[in-house]
């Protein structure tokens, strides 16, 4: 009788042993599955700084801020101009304040998803009146 409860208590060590990786590997795919879709979504944000700062660029050096945000390929929804990306739109907002010597033109290119915003780059611009 005690080689039979020796056998026993082997299968059960076997089947804790067995029980504890099918755990272990359950909690390691969960864990890369996250730090994947972590990475997935830096990656997207990088894209949308990278593409914000492109567009900044290109608005502080247009004559044409209207007509640069079209051919970027930016709609005009209401006051602001907006352009869908993979998790985020891009969206620029205008301001001009006159002064004596000319316009201070001023504009926000901002990346938002799901009402929340991500980063906001100011860009103004100094244009001064023709005599």
Excluded at 69 to 76: D, I, P, R, W
Excluded at 96 to 106: C, D, H, S
Aim: proline content about 2%; hydrophobic content about 45%; aromatic content about 6%.
């Amino acid at each position: 009788m005690k080689s039979g409860s020796r056998s026993n208590a082997l299968l059960v060590e076997l089947l804790i042993v067995v029980m504890f990786f099918m755990l272990s590997s359950t909690v390691l795919l969960e864990l890369y599955a996250t730090s994947r879709n972590q990475s997935v979504r830096a990656g997207a944000l990088t894209q949308a700084l990278n593409e914000a700062q492109n567009v900044a660029d290109r608005l502080y050096t247009a004559e044409d801020a209207e007509k640069a945000l079209s051919e970027m390929g930016f709609e005009k929804q209401g006051e602001a101009w907006q352009k869908s990306g993979e998790i985020c739109v891009l969206k620029v907002t205008a301001s001009a304040e006159a002064t004596g010597a000319g316009t201070l033109l001023r504009q926000q290119v901002s990346a938002v998803a799901d009402g929340e915003t991500y980063f906001t780059l100011p860009v103004a611009r100094y244009q001064e009146v023709q005599p």
